[in-house]
């Protein structure tokens, strides 16, 4: 059993991005993509949002890719039937977690969640799938109550549950904590599902998976709702420099594919994106220079060379005379 898998929302929650629409051919390349690189599971999208949703992930599903495809769902059994009759094997069920969301989004109790996280669980897995659990706005929910949640889920039938922070709220050394309690009173996988409101989704799901959760759900360029999601090429390159944890990913494939998604979204990348941003190998200082030309690992992580990039020296207002000489 691996220590890391990752499981990729770019189709599903990352397509929730405010204007962002992908087009079917889009997809299927991205799904391709994904895993080509080593994507354990594409999360391909929700096939209770009409017939063009479902055509689409069944043309995914027909490509016998190795990663799995997972559709996500709402804890409603009508999504449950659209996503059975589309072929799908492996499902994720979401339900509001959080007293907020519960009382105030749906009008319902704690009671209503587990009844009906119970039924559709169990309708699923008596149809023959795989089924993965999600909590959303767990990061705010009671916790025995989460507890509870992930409990009956699991004795359901459920392989795995998920720890959403939806609103980003969470912060590294909160996120240990709550991911190393889980482990002791549930004994099912934990998949942490980070959102990156306060700038923390990577740092979080770093600190997830060294807490336990051996799943983490991610997006390319960390596309998502608001200020995004944890980025897939933060995540891999985080686990597999700082950690040295083997990731099963190919980090070559990285700048390939967020390129395709930047386009395919139109959400263009900010030059100092952390890992993929245009940027992130150059510079200009004269110390830096001086010491980079020496030995590249003064100032660089990691070489550039490791995503298939070139690193550049820019000649500017702060240049010393060995990046003059050299240039």
């Known amino acids: 059993m ?3 898998y990752i499981v990729d929302s770019t189709l599903r929650d990352g397509e929730q991005t405010a204007g962002v629409a992908f087009n079917k051919r889009d997809k299927i390349k991205i ?5 080509g690189a080593g994507v354990d599971i594409i999360e391909a999208g929700i096939p209770a949002m009409g017939e063009e949703e479902i055509a689409t992930i069944q043309e995914i ?23 059975i009759a589309a072929g799908i094997k492996y499902l994720h069920i979401s339900a ?15 009671n209503w969640i587990l009844e009906n996280i119970k039924k559709t669980v169990s309708y699923a897995v008596e149809s023959d799938c795989i089924v993965s659990v999600g909590a959303e706005d767990a990061s705010r929910a009671d916790f025995e109550f989460l507890i509870e949640f992930y409990n009956t889920a699991a004795a359901a039938g459920a392989v795995r549950v998920r720890y959403a922070d939806t609103v980003g709220v969470m912060e590294p050394v909160r ?16 998949d942490f599902h ?10 979080n799901a770093l600190t997830a998976n060294k807490a336990g959760a051996r799943y983490i759900s991610c997006t390319v360029n960390g596309l998502g709702e608001r ?17 040295g944890k083997a990731t099963g990913f190919n980090l070559k494939k990285i700048m390939e594919l967020s390129n395709l998604v930047e386009k395919a979204s139109g959400r263009h990348l900010a030059e100092s994106k952390p890992i993929v941003g245009k940027k992130v190998f150059s510079h200009e200082s004269g ?7 020496k030995d590249s690992r003064t100032y660089e992580a990691f070489p550039p060379e490791d995503l298939g990039r070139k690193r550049k020296i820019v000649i500017g207002k702060f240049s010393g005379r060995s990046g003059i000489i050299n240039e």
Request: no cysteine.
């Open 96 to 110: 509001p977690v959080s007293d907020i969301q519960i009382e105030r989004k749906l009008r319902k109790d704690r």
């Open 175 to 190: 996120v240990h904590k709550t991911i190393t309690l889980l482990r002791e009173n549930i004994n099912v996988d934990i």
């Open 31 to 35: 799904a391709k993509l994904l895993a």
């Open 227 to 243: 200020a995004g999601n944890t980025a897939l090429e933060e995540i891999v390159t985080a686990i597999h420099y700082i950690e």
């Open 287 to 293: 110390i830096h220079v001086d010491g980079l030309l």
């Open 61 to 83: 599903l027909a490509l016998n890719i190795k990663a799995q495809i997972m559709s996500w769902n709402r804890m409603v059994l009508d999504d449950i039937k659209k996503s």
């Open 194 to 203: 980070g959102h990156n409101d306060f700038g923390m989704a990577t740092a």
């Open 2 to 4: 691996k220590e890391f």
